[in-house]
């Protein structure tokens, strides 16, 4: 390999490094949307086994429920198309510098997709924490880690 070839492979290297980071960000992301998840299953599914017997409270519970998960399914979803879109932005990235062609004009609207597919995600992501603490604040009334305006520095 040339020194001309080296090089050219370590440009497109280093340039592809930057998305990966935000992949590593967004597979953290999905780590905690899936245990956010798995915890509003399992108490779907408790409340599924009583359906004969829950009180109305207990039905505006798992309405409520079903909501939260339908929004971290959803967000999941944006993210994982969020990944697919930053995975094919490295490999075009990567293909720019080694085959020295011009493919820029695909990575900004790639780039951009993802950008708006993770910035969906995490309105979701927000909209669920929103109606988890809601919740909250309906099973144990308004405390200072569940309330947006408290003041936390006394």
């Known amino acids: ?11 497109a290297i280093q340039l592809s490094v930057s998305p990966v980071f935000l992949l590593a960000g967004i597979g953290a992301m999905m780590n905690v949307l899936s ?43 944006l993210l994982t198309l969020s990944i697919l879109l930053i995975s094919t932005v490295v490999g075009v990235i990567f293909l720019t510098v080694a085959l020295q062609i011009n ?7 790639l780039f951009l997709a993802a950008m708006l597919m993770l910035t969906w995600a995490a309105v979701c992501f927000l909209r669920e924490i929103t ?19 408290s003041d936390q520095s006394r």
């Open 131 to 149: 109606i988890a603490a809601k919740q909250l604040q309906a099973n144990f009334g308004p405390s200072e880690t569940t309330s947006w305006g």
């Open 35 to 77: 245990s956010r998840l798995s915890r509003s299953v399992d108490r779907a599914r408790e409340l599924t086994h009583r359906s004969q017997e829950l009180d109305d409270d207990e039905q505006a519970e798992f309405k409520l429920i079903r909501q939260r998960i339908r929004l971290v399914i959803r967000a999941i979803g």
């Open 103 to 109: 493919l820029s004009m695909f990575v900004a609207p």
């Open 1 to 11: 390999m040339s020194a001309a070839a080296a090089e050219t492979l370590l440009k």
